[in-house]
C-alpha cells in the first residue's frame, strides 16, 4: 500500500465528517475560507509543517502553538477539531484533510479544480481563456486555477484536472518522441 493511499484513507473520515458539520451548521463558504487560510499557512511555513510533523514535542506544547495561532481566527468547531487530530496523532495528517475537505466542498459547488504548470507565471488574459475553455470542457460553474512554475518544462504547460493531463509542455514532447524512437 503506498504512503499517500495510507494517507488520504485516513484524511477523508476527516475530512467528511468536516463537511457534514459544516452543512448542518450552514458553514461551508466559513469553514472553507478557514480551511484553506490555515493550509495557506502550512504551505508556506515548513518550520510549522516540522513542527506538527515532530514526534517529539508534546500533545500539550503542539496544542498551544495551535491555539495561539488559531483561535482568534477560527470557529470554535475547527479549533477543537485541530485540537483532536493532535490527541488522536492525526496532526500530521492536517494538509491532506483540508485538501480532501476542498475537493469535497467544491465539487458540491460544481468547481473544478485545476493544477497548471508552466515555465513562467500565466497573465490575466491568458488565465481567462484557460478558464473559460476548461468550463467547456468540464461543464463547471467555475474553475479554480492552482499555479505553478516549473522551469524544466522548457516551453508549453501541463494542465492536470482530476486524473486527467493535457501536457502541452516541450520536455513532454520531447520525451513521447524518444519513447516513440525507442520503441522502434
Known amino acids: 500500500m503506498s504512503n499517500q493511499s495510507f494517507e488520504e484513507k485516513v484524511a ?27 493550509l495557506s499557512l502550512l ?22 502553538v495551535l491555539k495561539e495561532l488559531f483561535e482568534e481566527q477560527v470557529q470554535n ?13 492525526r496532526i500530521s495528517f492536517l494538509k491532506t484533510i483540508i485538501e480532501k475537505y476542498l475537493k469535497i466542498v467544491y465539487s458540491l459547488e460544481s468547481i473544478t479544480i485545476v493544477e497548471i504548470t508552466s515555465v513562467v507565471d500565466l497573465n490575466d488574459e ?4 484557460l478558464t473559460n475553455k476548461i468550463k467547456l470542457l468540464t461543464g463547471s460553474n467555475e474553475v479554480k486555477l492552482l499555479t505553478k512554475q516549473n522551469p524544466s518544462l522548457i516551453g508549453g504547460f501541463i494542465i492536470k484536472i482530476g486524473s486527467k493531463v493535457i501536457d502541452t509542455s516541450l520536455i513532454g514532447k520531447l520525451k513521447k518522441m524518444s519513447s516513440y524512437l525507442n520503441a522502434n
Do not use: C, G, H, W
Request: proline fraction near 3%; charged fraction near 25%; aromatic fraction near 8%.
Open 12 to 38: 477523508t473520515p476527516y475530512a467528511e465528517a468536516l463537511v457534514v458539520n459544516a452543512k448542518n451548521l450552514n458553514l461551508l463558504a466559513e469553514y472553507k475560507e478557514e480551511l484553506s487560510s490555515i
Open 43 to 64: 504551505l508556506k511555513s515548513e518550520d510549522l509543517q516540522s513542527f506538527l510533523l515532530n514526534p517529539l514535542i508534546s500533545n500539550t506544547t503542539k496544542k498551544k
Open 77 to 89: 468547531f475547527i479549533m477543537n477539531f485541530l485540537l483532536v487530530l493532535v490527541d488522536r496523532r
Open 126 to 129: 491568458q488565465r481567462l481563456s
